[in-house]
């Protein structure tokens, strides 16, 4: 029998080929798999926001450039609770205000567990707390917010159930943040007597988030708009305004005030005195409803359901989603305003529009003999650099007056500006129509409000993130593409790439 030798097997077993590439990948492997772990440790280390993503598509728990540039502003130091018992926190709540602590250093934050620690409730005893309320404070102010205002509900009545649709934590924690931070709060007032249309919850909810106080005014009874109104809201009266009225109005705009008008369509009412106050800062309706002739200008809801272009603008600049302006009513520049008063456009139909000027007995949406053509502003705003009230001089000596204000300019205040934002559509506030597009309308409504109040309060609103987001904002042309996209184009392009390779393999 011969003898088996060890030495002279493993030579040979290292000179084979197989054995030496496997040694070869096995060492490679366990390289690879040590870089691996060095790797895992690494980021272990860093910060939560630097290894955590969000993957849900709406980025629940990032926070955004808004929030961002008031969080790089703050000068104040401010404490953020997240009440919750241990093992039932919001693991979503908890992440967002993660970030918020990790993007400023002014933000410090905790979770309080109210069974463990029942101290911790005695100094919030006038507020009404529940698991997962967020408390927000800074100094003597503060503010909490429940799990009801961070998430919203959809309720099915034919169950009696409801389901979580949105998630408002950003929106409501930055305007928290806000509030106990800002020396001063705005208010605006919104007049009433002219059968207005009742604002939306998402209206109010914007306002509220903005830290805004609404108050009605009846200019009837009161003797002018409040000195305090950062803004006076005319919301689609579909009444006319007095003469009376008009006055105070006039006369609160000449003084350098705000104004945030929707005047839509009214069923053909006249309301001349809303003309002529919107006709002495340069703006004219054009009768009637605007119909889009372009299919890239509407919804599949119809050629009235408009989706215009947004122009530039302050207030449209970073507004990167659709706005959608069902009903809406056309604008256009007056030619002999004021050459002081300067009309931008915010909102413009396309050149293919019209405005059908009787929509109750309209028998077709084609342009007929009698519409109007387009383009027209949707939406506009409008500004008039305007003297303070104690720059004028007796009309008496008007010459001696200006020769005195070029050299005496240390007397004078600085120059206020008039300020309106003028939207045609009041459905483009409706809920369901926001949903459309995203968001997008009281988007553009934030803006608008932030751009009146001039940055002088902290008016910062972000908007809330479908969390049961299906639909797809779409144009029509757009919807119609996807549908030849997804029927046509797509199984023809598998059918023939299958051909292909069948034949290909055949004539092998």
Same mark, same amino acid.
């Given at each position: 029998?011969?003898?088996?030798?060890?030495?002279?097997?493993?030579?040979? +077993?290292?000179?084979?080929?197989?054995?030496?590439?496997?040694?070869?990948?096995? !060492?490679?492997a366990l390289i690879v798999l040590a870089i691996i772990v060095v790797i895992n440790m690494a980021v272990n280390a860093l910060p939560s926001k630097f290894r955590e993503f969000d993957l849900t598509g709406q980025n629940l728990t990032q926070i955004g450039s808004q929030t961002t540039e008031m969080l790089d502003a703050l000068t104040?130091?401010?404490?953020?609770?997240?009440?919750?018992?241990? !093992?039932?926190?919001?693991?979503?709540?908890?992440k967002l205000l993660e970030n918020y602590a990790g993007a400023s250093s002014h933000i410090k934050f905790e979770i309080r567990?109210?069974?463990?620690?029942?101290?911790?409730?005695?100094?919030?005893?006038?507020?009404?707390?529940?698991?997962?309320?967020?408390?927000?404070?800074? !100094?003597?102010?503060?503010?909490?917010?429940?799990?009801?205002?961070?998430?919203?509900?959809?309720?099915?009545?034919?169950t009696y159930s409801?389901?979580?649709?949105?998630?408002?934590?950003?929106?409501?924690?930055?305007?928290?943040?806000?509030?106990?931070?800002?020396?001063?709060? +705005?208010?605006?007032?919104?007049?009433?007597?002219?059968?207005?249309?009742?604002?939306?919850?998402?209206?109010?909810?914007?306002?509220?988030?903005?830290?805004?106080?609404?108050?009605?005014?009846?200019l009837i009874t009161a003797e002018q708009v409040p000195e305090d109104a950062d803004f006076l809201f005319v919301f689609s009266p579909m009444a006319d305004l007095s003469s009376e009225e008009t006055a105070k109005i006039q006369n609160y705009l000449t003084a350098g005030g705000h104004a945030f008008i929707v005047a839509g369509y009214t069923g053909g009412t006249p309301q001349p005195n809303l003309d002529a106050l919107l006709a002495d800062y340069g703006l004219e309706r054009v009768e009637g409803v605007v119909v889009e002739g372009d299919p890239n200008h509407y919804t599949g809801s119809g050629q009235a359901y408009i989706v215009p272009d947004k122009e530039s603008h302050e207030i449209t600049g970073g507004l990167e989603k659709y706005v959608l302006m069902p009903m809406a009513q056309g604008l256009q520049e007056s030619q002999d305003h004021r050459d002081t008063v300067q009309v931008s456009a915010l909102l413009k139909t396309s050149d293919s529009s019209y405005s059908k000027p009787d929509p109750a007995n309209v028998t077709t949406m084609?342009?007929?003999?009698?519409?109007?053509?387009?383009?027209?502003?949707?939406?506009?705003?409008?500004?008039?650099t305007v003297a303070e009230a104690g720059d004028s001089t007796d009309a008496e000596d008007t010459s001696d007056a200006?020769?005195?204000?070029?050299?005496?300019?240390?007397?004078?205040?600085?120059?206020?500006?008039?300020?309106?934002?003028?939207?045609?559509?009041?459905?483009?506030?409706?809920?369901?129509?926001?949903?459309?597009?995203?968001?997008?309308?009281?988007?553009?409504?934030?803006?608008?409000?932030?751009?009146?109040?001039?940055?002088?309060?902290?008016?910062?609103?972000?908007?809330?993130?479908?969390?049961?987001?299906?639909?797809?904002?779409?144009?029509?042309? !757009?919807?119609?593409?996807?549908?030849?996209?997804?029927?046509?184009?797509?199984?023809?392009?598998?059918?023939?790439?299958?051909?292909v390779i069948w034949l290909g393999r055949k004539n092998r």
């Open positions: 029998m011969k003898k088996f030798n060890i030495k002279e097997s493993f030579r040979k +077993g290292v000179k084979n080929k197989r054995l030496r590439h496997g040694s070869y990948s096995m !060492g490679l104040k130091d401010v404490q953020i609770y997240l009440v919750a018992q241990s !093992g039932q926190e919001d693991e979503t709540t908890k567990d109210p069974v463990k620690n029942p101290a911790f409730l005695n100094s919030y005893q006038d507020m009404e707390l529940y698991n997962n309320s967020v408390i927000v404070e800074c !100094g003597d102010r503060k503010k909490a917010l429940s799990p009801d205002q961070i998430y919203e509900y959809q309720m099915d009545y034919t409801s389901t979580i649709t949105g998630f408002d934590g950003e929106g409501q924690i930055t305007s928290a943040i806000s509030y106990v931070t800002s020396e001063n709060l +705005g208010k605006a007032y919104a007049l009433t007597g002219h059968d207005e249309i009742p604002m939306t919850d998402n209206l109010k909810s914007l306002m509220q988030k903005q830290n805004l106080e609404i108050e009605d005014l009846n084609e342009k007929e003999d009698g519409d109007i053509d387009g383009p027209f502003m949707v939406g506009a705003a409008v500004t008039e200006e020769d005195m204000n070029s050299t005496d300019t240390g007397s004078q205040s600085s120059p206020k500006e008039t300020r309106i934002v003028c939207l045609t559509s009041e459905l483009m506030f409706d809920q369901g129509t926001d949903a459309q597009v995203v968001g997008g309308n009281m988007e553009l409504v934030s803006k608008a409000v932030s751009w009146l109040t001039n940055g002088e309060e902290v008016t910062v609103s972000i908007p809330s993130k479908s969390i049961d987001n299906t639909s797809l904002s779409m144009t029509a042309m !757009g919807s119609l593409l996807g549908f030849l996209g997804c029927i046509v184009v797509i199984p023809l392009a598998v059918l023939i790439t299958g051909l």
